[in-house]
């Protein structure tokens, strides 16, 4: 009897220090904001011309001026960049990944473009999706990541249409996307075409341009709040 | 005053002479009757012409992004390798035209060889050893695609139309050949990165990606 009133002094006692120490203690420091990184994969460059648009512009050149365009849009609201090239170079494929590998980044656009089809077509890697290991093939690095991309793939895809922009999505084997470990999507844009198949906003079309991009970088506002990157890393 | 050897010389000549006049003029008789023995020749037997049968066909669509099936009847061989080389023939005939809803220039004659393999796990490379005999012909095979080179330079570049041409060639050996689980493809019999710059044409495609891949346009 006699020790059980002790034990309860002592657990009453120590409730007492817990709360005045939890009243006596300084305010915690504020959250820094999160890391949120994206990368943008002009693709081809250098010798890699890529397609050919119908008004004679390359595909490498299309890609540059989207990844500008859009790291400023992303720049201006506070999303930190990194490009996989800055100018007409030629990037190695195992090269690009590097850099998105090596940037840890929350999201990577591998920017495309082409005359055929419509709209913008949205890629992700058509490897099966596996358990996250420690160490990672590099020809099958995104497999771990594959169900996150389709994530990344579903909050462009809301975006696009709501800027009224027709959207594909499918599943592919591109070298450089394969290798990426990051929510990795590639963006292939074609010109908007109507029912007989007219276009009815060309690739040269700077609205056009403007929409996407605009578009896009809502899409990856949208993904840094998203429950989806919250989640830990695989 | 001739002497006699010399008169017996001339006369032995002279019969050789006549002799082989003769001859050549038999042997002339007897190429002419042969000529004209060649040209009396009819056939006697019809070329035989594999029946036509109903072969399926993944079509790909730019506009939407869509793999269809659409049945075609065509003369298809009975060596599988030379059916399934028929079939993805007529597949890209069907793409041939400018106005098609996928077009890819080259046709049928792209399609150079179809080798039929035995599959090796997902994965994996050529298999360390062959399977058993009665494997080899129930077991799942891999499709080695050889494509010619102008119909690789002449394929116009995007991811969407590179991977629509690979799904559907993936695909329409599926249909028509169950037992293709993995396609690699070739250019011109060597190994090519891309396709036109996009598709990687590096790896081997399991012919369930085809049926399990959707495309959407929303």
Same mark, same amino acid.
């Given at each position: 009897?006699?020790? +059980? ?32 990184? *994206? *990368? ?17 512009? /390359? ?8 990844? !500008? ?14 490009? +996989? ?5 030629? !990037?190695? /494929? ?28 949205? @890629? *992700? ?14 020809? +099958? ?45 590639? !963006? ?19 609205? @056009?341009?403007?929409? *996407? ?22 | 005053?001739?002497?006699?050897? =010399? ?25 002419? =009757? ?6 009396? $020749? ?19 669509? %730019? ?15 009975? %060596? ?12 890209? %005939?069907?793409?041939?035209?400018? %106005? ?8 049928? $004659? ?25 494997? =080899? ?10 494509? $010619? ?10 991811? &969407?139309? &590179? ?27 060597? &190994? ?27």
């Amino acid at each position: 009897m006699r020790w +059980t009133n002790w034990a309860l002094a002592a657990f009453f006692a120590g409730g007492l220090c817990e709360t005045s120490a939890a009243a006596q203690a300084p305010p915690a420091p504020p959250v820094p904001p999160a890391r949120f990184m *994206v *990368v943008l994969d002009a693709a081809h460059g250098g010798d890699d011309s890529g397609g050919r648009m119908a008004n004679g512009q /390359l595909e490498k050149t299309f890609t540059l001026a989207l990844s !500008v365009r859009l790291r400023s849009l992303l720049g201006a609201r506070g999303i930190q960049v990194a490009t +996989t090239r800055e100018s007409d170079a030629t !990037v190695d /494929l195992n090269r690009r990944a590097e850099i998105a590998n090596r940037a840890r980044a929350d999201a990577c656009l591998s920017l495309h473009a082409s005359e055929s089809g419509s709209g913008v077509h949205l @890629y *992700v890697s058509s490897l099966a999706p596996v358990q996250p290991s420690r160490f990672a093939a590099w020809k +099958t690095a995104q497999a771990a990541w594959v169900t996150r991309s389709l994530a990344l793939e579903g909050v462009l895809n809301s975006a696009l249409q709501q800027a009224q922009i027709s959207v594909i999505l499918g599943r592919t084997a591109l070298p450089a996307v394969d290798s990426m470990t990051c929510p990795a999507v590639a !963006v292939e844009i074609a010109p908007e075409r109507d029912a007989d198949k007219k276009v009815t906003a060309g690739l040269d079309d700077a609205d @056009y341009q403007a929409r *996407v991009a605009a578009a896009l970088a809502a899409a990856l506002l949208e993904w840094r709040t998203d429950a989806w990157r919250t989640e830990a890393h695989p | 005053m001739i002497p006699r050897h =010399q008169k017996l010389l001339f006369g032995i000549l002279l019969a050789a002479s006549l002799a082989m006049g003769v001859t050549l003029w038999h042997l002339r008789e007897r190429a002419h =009757q042969r000529l004209i023995a060649g040209q009396d $020749s009819a056939p006697t037997h019809a070329p035989e012409v594999a029946p036509a049968e109903q072969a399926t066909l993944l079509v790909a669509n %730019d506009s939407d992004g869509s793999l269809l099936p659409q049945v075609h009847s065509l003369p298809l061989p009975a %060596d599988p390798g030379a059916r399934a080389r028929a079939v993805l023939g007529k597949l890209l %005939d069907l793409y041939a035209p400018p %106005d098609a809803a996928h077009p890819v220039p080259g046709g049928g $004659s792209s399609v150079l060889q179809v080798f039929l393999l035995p599959a090796p796990p997902i994965g994996t490379g050529v298999p360390a050893s062959p399977p058993p005999q009665e494997k =080899q012909q129930t077991g799942p095979q891999l499709a080695v695609v050889n494509l $010619s080179g102008s119909f690789a330079a002449s394929h116009p570049s995007g991811i &969407e139309t &590179e991977t629509l041409t690979v799904l559907s060639i993936c695909g329409t050996l599926h249909a028509n050949l169950p037992r293709v689980t993995q396609v690699r493809f070739l250019v011109d019999g060597v &190994e090519r990165p891309t396709l036109a710059g996009h598709a990687d044409l590096t790896r081997a495609y399991p012919t369930a990606d085809t049926v399990s891949t959707e495309r959407i346009r929303q």
